[in-house]
Nanobody
């Protein structure tokens, strides 16, 4: 079992920035493909950014390209989601997820999840 511990959510005005962090407890982050999902009320959970286990491949949803960046610090055993130029439509609960090798968009395929952190962007 992999426990993912998230931090960094909060409230920000439109145009602002936030950085989310996620660390797997007792496991090595480089052993997993990592993803950041979000879920707004009444909407499906969507993958906004993903990174392959090797760290060489990344994915971004069209809605966040150029604004969000996923990164991994192996020394700190942490994966980050840097969110810039935030918009009100980015408001959602954000979840970190891990998979031994899959980094695709189907959230049902990801076995390990963080507790979720609320991001609220006020316009």
């Amino acid at each position: 079992q992999v426990q993912l511990v998230e931090s960094g959510g909060g409230w920000v005005q439109a145009g602002g920035s936030l950085r989310l962090s996620c660390a797997p407890s007792g496991r090595t982050v480089s052993s997993y493909a990592m993803g950041w999902f979000r879920q707004a009320p009444g909407k499906d959970r969507e993958l906004v950014a993903g990174m392959s286990r090797s760290g060489t491949n990344t994915y971004y949803a069209d809605s966040v390209k150029g604004r969000f960046t996923i990164s991994r610090d192996n020394a700190k055993n942490t994966v980050y989601l840097q969110m810039n130029s935030l918009k009100s439509e980015d408001t959602a609960v954000y979840y970190c997820a891990a998979h031994p090798f899959y980094s695709g968009r189907d959230y049902r395929a990801w076995p390990y999840w963080g507790q979720g952190t609320q991001v609220t962007v006020s316009s």
